[in-house]
């Protein structure tokens, strides 16, 4: 498996724009993740799905943050109207399920710059 | 709630030992991870420690778990260039489904 593939690795965007940051997580894993890196505030968890459900979405900063998860294999993290406050790493982390005991395998990270 | 604290920067010479510390608040934790991010890259796991052990050692790593005082540390034995990265210590509370993150620690190693 080529793990978890996010794309695009960098976006460049003006203010006001939409974006959508993607994911593709491992085959079989039924859990995923969507956390934002910033160096003030480190890595935060904004949105989890279990079995493509959103569970716990408590972490989206605002209405302007939406994720999907249409099916196992493919999600989205959607920011309209983006804002230069919103530039951080956005990482997408998989894992086989929910428990303590299982590895999160996260992608490359897609790198956000709002002007 | 729950919180994880680890010291921002570690600069140490190649061939020495780097010890990164991390305290955490949540009692009831029940995993503790190490994670490593090398630049421009995503996070992959080091290693991890159940909350009833004391030591782990995986070859250069030895990771100690003070539980009383909800303290965990990774002992990085000759330390070299490739280990220069960001590592963060993770903690997985107790019926929870989500890790919480430190801010990471960078680890700077001078040749």
């Known amino acids: 498996d080529a793990g978890v593939i996010q794309s695009p690795r960098h976006e460049v965007t003006e203010m006001g724009q939409e974006v959508t940051l993607r994911c593709k997580p491992i085959?079989?894993?039924?859990?995923l993740f969507w956390y934002r890196q910033t160096m003030m505030r480190g890595l935060e968890l904004l949105i989890y799905f279990n079995n493509n459900v959103p569970i716990d979405d408590s972490g989206m900063p605002e209405d302007r943050f939406s994720a999907k998860m249409p099916n196992a294999s493919f999600s989205t993290l959607k920011i309209q109207p983006s804002e230069p406050r919103d530039s951080a790493v956005y990482f997408c982390?998989?894992?086989?399920?929910?428990?303590?005991?299982?590895?999160?395998?996260f992608g490359q990270g897609t790198r956000l710059t709002v002007v | 709630g729950e919180d994880v604290e680890q010291s921002l920067f570690l600069s140490v010479r190649e061939g020495d030992s780097s010890v990164i510390n991390c305290t955490y608040t949540d009692s009831s934790s029940t995993y503790l991870y190490w994670y490593k991010q090398e630049p421009g890259a995503g996070l992959q796991l080091l290693t991890y420690i159940f909350s009833n052990m004391d030591m782990k050692q995986d070859q250069r790593l030895t990771v100690l778990l003070n539980k009383k005082d909800k303290h965990l540390s990774l002992r990085i034995a000759d330390t070299q260039t490739g280990d220069s990265a960001i590592y963060f210590c993770?903690?997985?509370?107790?019926?929870?489904?989500?890790?919480?993150f430190g801010k990471g620690t960078k680890l700077s190693v001078i040749p």
């Open positions: 085959s079989g894993h039924n859990s």
């Open positions: 993770a903690e997985f509370g107790a019926g929870s489904y989500q890790l919480t």
């Open positions: 982390a998989s894992s086989l399920n929910p428990g303590a005991n299982t590895e999160a395998f």
